[in-house]
């Protein structure tokens, strides 16, 4: 397989921050349709990689490729129009919109939240919005106002808003956290559906959530990869055991 068949290729990836490598070197390739699940102690370097990957940081050395298409020297809105979504650790939705608005002003036509309200919802739009609503399980809180809504439901109406845009590449850290049992096993689901015809890269601590939903896991250590496969296989080295599930 060509480095060219995979939906990213990151290639000797570094980035330093007043002389200490944040990154050091990595390289990393996600498949089509992979849910691939990042691991690895605080300060791994985790967060700062997907970071580099939707703009928000800037490399200094190495390369990203999505789709073959080299994505380190573009801006942030550039990477989010090439098909990468990012949802951050804490949920950034419109509080007072109800739940279909938030939905509606994420439609890609370029417009921001205040070019959205003036905006007429058109068949096409409101029938994404009633789709991404069943995708996301919020079909009866569309009229609702978003922040009525649980914490996992907010979580999960953010996530509506990056697949509004319909993103080949959608990167999530740490999704779970603060959700009860149920909203984890319903987060679960959610990300297997999802999958089917899109990318994931998901940051997470909790092992029994990555081991239901990874396909593969990337556990990182100071800046590097320090093991890369199944589940099975990670939780069984004993370098990830001595870094970081051991304690």
């Not at 740490?174 to 009860?180: D, L, V």
């Not at 601590?205 to 556990?219: C, E, G, L, P, S």
């Not at 990670?234 to 599930?245: A, E, G, K, M, T």
């Amino acid at each position: 397989m060509s480095n060219s068949d995979f939906v990213l290729a990151v290639e000797d990836l570094t980035v330093s921050f007043d002389g200490f490598k944040a990154i050091d070197s990595l390289t990393l390739y996600v498949d089509k349709g992979e849910l691939r699940v990042i691991i690895g102690p605080n300060g791994a370097g985790k967060t700062t990689l997907l970071d580099l990957i939707c703009g928000k940081t800037k490399a200094s050395g190495g390369s990203i490729k999505f789709k073959n298409n080299e994505m380190t020297d573009l801006a942030e809105h550039e990477i989010v129009r090439a098909g990468i979504g990012r949802k951050f650790q804490t949920p950034s939705i419109y509080e007072n919109l109800t739940v279909s608005k938030n939905l509606e002003v994420s439609f890609p036509r370029g417009r921001g939240v205040f070019g959205a309200l003036a905006f007429k919802c058109t068949p096409d739009v409101k029938a994404r919005i009633e789709e991404v609503a069943a995708e996301i399980g919020l079909t009866d809180q569309l009229e609702m106002e978003a922040g009525l809504l649980s914490h996992g439901q907010k979580q999960w109406l953010e996530i509506g808003m990056l697949l509004m845009q319909d993103p080949e590449l959608l990167m999530l850290d740490e999704p779970i956290a603060g959700m009860s049992v149920r909203e984890r096993e319903l987060t679960a689901d959610l990300l297997e559906r999802i999958c089917r015809n899109r990318s994931m890269i998901v940051i997470e601590h909790d092992m029994d959530f990555v081991k239901k939903i990874a396909h593969k896991v990337t556990v990182m250590h100071q800046g590097k990869i320090l093991a890369e496969g199944a589940m099975e296989k990670v939780q069984n080295d004993p370098r990830v055991i001595d870094v970081y599930l051991g304690h």
